[in-house]
């Protein structure tokens, strides 16, 4: 179904799924062709900063074509209300499945990590290289683990394009969240590929050792790293902590370099991996209370 305009009285909003700084996500229903269909209502509020994210996600969503980016059903745009339809995804968010994984005590495999990893660096290299060509650059700016969306047929998505980097927007206007921001950024430089590259190395470092990274404490933090994760395969320790060089020329050139070199040394058996994600993402689903195992 390709992307169209709808009016408001097609979607009926059911529960509430999810919302971040400008947006609350709904699973909702949408009537097309004498049909229903479940979908997610990203519905955004009406401040001036709600509708830049907004157009932002909506022009993102629309030229994407790639399997860890969902597609954009259709959208309605009013005077009061804004919002977008979008594929609705069965599974779970990073932020909560590594919150329910600290609970229960149980790490990811290395395996399952690097096969997270390749997956969002695919991602990432296809925004970098503005769509295989349709936009210059694109820079995501909040890669943080409840952007992260894992499916219980072990697929990886990729979300919130709320963010994205663009010459209007002023280098002070940080959207990112604190943990998963690169230094620089913090100093008042604008998002660039590299500060991606280490927000992405501290959401692997977070999903490996379930707890966000410390960079006051960087040299302590990969020796626990090493010390906490025994399984975790060597060129995928070596990536996170190149990805989380405190300085942007030391982190790696480019997400698709990055993905090669992981790809050939990290794991071969991609498959494996995602059947063990899919496994894992509906243990972690069942043992929710019902109530919110049914939002998703
Ligand atoms: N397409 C989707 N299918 C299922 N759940 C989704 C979908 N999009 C978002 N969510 C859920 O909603 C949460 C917030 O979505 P996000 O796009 O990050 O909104 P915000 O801009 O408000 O942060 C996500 O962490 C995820 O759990
Ligand atoms: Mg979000």
Not at 3 to 21: C, F, K, V
Not at 98 to 113: E, K, P
Not at 166 to 192: C, I, M, N, T, W
Request: overall charge neutral.
């Amino acid at each position: 179904m390709a992307p169209r305009t709808l009016a408001a009285p097609d979607i009926e909003l059911l529960a509430p799924i999810g919302s971040g700084g400008q947006a609350t996500v709904y699973r909702g229903k949408l009537w097309s062709g004498g049909a229903t269909k479940l979908v997610a209502v990203k519905l955004y509020g009406n401040s001036d900063a709600a509708s830049w994210s907004y157009r932002a996600e909506r022009e993102i969503l629309w030229k994407a074509d790639h399997p860890s980016i969902p597609k954009l059903l259709g959208f309605f745009d009013t005077t009061s209300e804004s919002a977008l339809i979008i594929e609705l995804l069965s599974g779970i968010s990073l932020a909560r499945l590594i919150g329910s994984a600290h609970r229960n005590g149980a790490l990811f495999s290395g395996g399952v990590i690097a096969y997270i990893a390749c997956e969002l660096l695919s991602a990432l290299s296809y925004l970098h290289g503005g769509l295989d060509g349709k936009l210059s650059s694109v820079i995501h700016g909040d890669i943080a683990p409840d952007n992260i969306f894992l499916t219980d047929d072990g697929k990886v998505f990729l979300l919130d394009f709320g963010a994205v980097y663009s010459p209007h927007k002023k280098a002070q206007q940080l959207f990112g969240k604190r943990a998963y921001l690169a230094p620089e950024q913090l100093d008042g430089e604008a998002a660039s590929i590299w500060s991606d590259l280490y927000s992405l190395g501290a959401v692997m470092f977070e999903t490996a050792i379930l707890r966000p990274f410390d960079f006051p404490q960087f040299a302590q933090e990969f020796a626990l790293l090493r010390k906490c994760h025994v399984g975790l395969p060597e060129t995928l320790f070596l990536s996170i902590r190149a990805c989380l060089a405190p300085t942007a020329s030391l982190r790696p050139k480019n997400a698709s370099l990055l993905l090669k070199i992981l790809r050939s040394g990290a794991f071969a058996a991609q498959e494996d991996e995602k059947q063990e994600l899919a496994r894992i993402v509906k243990v972690h689903l069942s043992t929710l209370t019902p109530g919110l195992a049914r939002e998703f």
